[in-house]
Structures are given as structure tokens and as C-alpha cells.
């Protein structure tokens, strides 16, 4: 369970959106949507997202925004299908991504009329879209550029990341007890970027602040530490214990253990019986 202080993040929004008049969120390393204020849908966006095409089409605008400023860790402003104004910003702790701050359902004044594309076939859906976007606060350009300045400065300020750090110690337990639990499966740093919806980069930068080493070098101390411990506990033979920790070339394993310990698997084994 993540323990973020959700109260204040939530009174950090709330004195964004006094000041600014536009919604703000605030979301985890993998995109979850943590808080939001003061809403989490305007009215419009409640109509828009009620046909399942709309729906589909927000969230690739979501998933591409995010993905964009995952890459590049820059802030990411974008007009969705809908023509809305959106951006989002990378709340960076120590090199790596640990969250994201967005404002959106933004209108400018220069869009008075609801987008052609988003304008349903039923007139009375119609009417009520065409209503709820009219009722859209409606924002000029050089204001909405000084709440994107603002927000920007919100994702660096201390007090936030503060807020947000939990994650780091999350992540660090999270990857640790998914290692431990599948030590025979593949631990690559492709399976691992997987696993946690991390890039190449946001990977290596974790494991080398948290385990002062590369992911290969952290698997391969963890397997080799499982096998120390089954060659202490059990009377499994070798070769199967080798294949427990996830490294089934028995010759491969022996060599990185002979290289670790001073010892191969067997004398280790001996020397551990004979002190017990």
C-alpha cells in the first residue's frame, strides 16, 4: 500500500486551482491517477466519454501524452481530440520519474464552437454536448501559458516531491520481492521494464540509487544468494538448485559461483556441513 499524503496533495491542488480556475491532478509513476482538483471530469468531458468511440479516443490522447513525457521527461502540452488544452509534467526525484502532475479540460477563447469531429448524430446528445461545452470556463492563451509556467514549477518544488517520495521506497520493495519470487523466471531488463511499465533508462537509474548496481548485477547476487542458502538448508542436487535460482547451465552456474565465493558449489557446501 503506497502511503502518499493525499490530504495534503489534495490542499496543494486546491490552492493551484484557486489561483488558476483549471483542474489539476496528480498521478503515480505508472499513470494511476492519485488526486485531482475539483473535479475529475468536467461536464463536458462526463458527456464525452459516455459514447464508447469518445471514451476510446481520450484515453489514446492520455496514453500518447504520457508516453511522451515519460520519454523525454519534459513537460508535454497537447490540444486532445476534442480540442481542449492539456499538459502534462514529470515530477522527477533523483534522475527518475516518480509522478506526474496534469491540468486539463482547458478552453481557449478562440474555440467557441464544439469541435465538428467530437459532434454527435442524436440532436438532443448534441444539444447537451454543445451546452456543457459552452459552459467550459474559457481561458486566453498568455493565462493559460502562466498556469502551464506554474505547474511546471509545482512539479519540481520539494514540498511535492516530498509528498510523492513514498513511491521510491515502493518501488524498491516491489522490485525486490518480484526478484525473490521469481528467480527461475527471466529477469531481464526487458522482462523487468515490463513487469513495472518502466523504460530501459528509468530501470538502471532505480536499481543503481537503490541497489548501488545494474539490474544483471543485482539478479545475479540474489540467485547466487538463494543458492548459498539452498545449499546450506536442503539436499537438493546441484544442478536442480541451479535451476531453482533461474540459472539452468550447471557449468555457467558453477563458474559465477567459483567466482563469487572462492569455492565451487560442492566444497560449499562441504565447508557449510562442516561448521555445522
Do not use: W
Not at 491540468?103 to 454527435?120: C, F, T, W, Y
Not at 493559460?144 to 509556467?149: D, E, V
Not at 543485482?218 to 544442478?239: D, G, I
Amino acid at each position: 500500500m503506497q502511503t502518499y499524503n493525499l490530504q495534503k496533495l489534495n490542499a496543494l491542488l486546491k490552492d493551484f486551482y484557486n489561483l488558476s480556475g483549471i483542474k489539476i491532478c496528480v498521478y503515480d509513476y505508472n499513470g494511476t491517477e492519485l488526486c485531482y482538483y475539483p473535479e475529475r471530469l468536467s461536464a463536458f468531458c462526463k458527456l464525452l466519454r459516455a459514447d464508447e468511440k469518445m471514451d476510446a479516443r481520450c484515453k489514446e490522447c492520455d496514453k500518447k501524452a504520457f508516453a511522451e513525457c515519460k520519454k523525454t521527461q519534459r513537460q508535454y502540452v497537447y490540444t486532445c481530440h476534442a480540442g481542449l488544452t492539456e499538459c502534462v509534467s514529470p515530477i522527477l526525484y533523483g534522475g527518475s520519474i516518480i509522478g506526474y502532475v496534469a491540468m486539463g479540460q482547458i478552453k481557449e477563447n478562440s474555440h467557441s464552437a464544439l469541435p465538428r469531429d467530437v459532434i454527435p448524430k442524436d440532436e438532443q446528445t448534441c444539444a447537451e454536448l454543445s451546452h456543457a461545452y459552452a459552459t467550459l470556463p474559457s481561458f486566453d492563451r498568455d493565462r493559460i501559458n502562466s498556469a502551464i509556467h506554474i505547474m511546471d514549477a509545482c512539479a519540481g518544488y520539494e514540498y511535492l516531491k516530498n509528498l510523492m517520495s513514498s513511491i521510491e521506497g515502493d518501488i524498491e520493495t516491489r522490485i525486490s520481492a518480484y526478484i525473490s519470487d521469481n528467480l527461475s523466471a527471466d529477469l531481464s531488463v526487458l522482462a523487468l521494464c515490463s513487469a513495472f511499465h518502466l523504460s530501459h533508462s528509468e530501470i538502471y537509474s532505480i536499481f543503481k540509487r537503490c541497489f548501488s548496481a545494474t539490474p544483471a548485477e543485482h539478479v545475479k547476487k540474489c540467485r547466487l544468494t538463494e543458492a548459498c542458502h539452498l545449499l546450506e538448508s536442503t539436499k537438493m542436487p546441484v544442478n536442480k538448485i541451479a535451476a531453482a535460482v533461474g540459472i539452468p547451465d550447471y557449468n555457467y552456474f558453477s563458474k559465477i559461483f567459483k567466482k563469487e565465493f572462492l569455492l565451487s558449489p560442492r566444497d560449499f557446501r562441504r565447508q557449510q556441513n562442516s561448521i555445522t
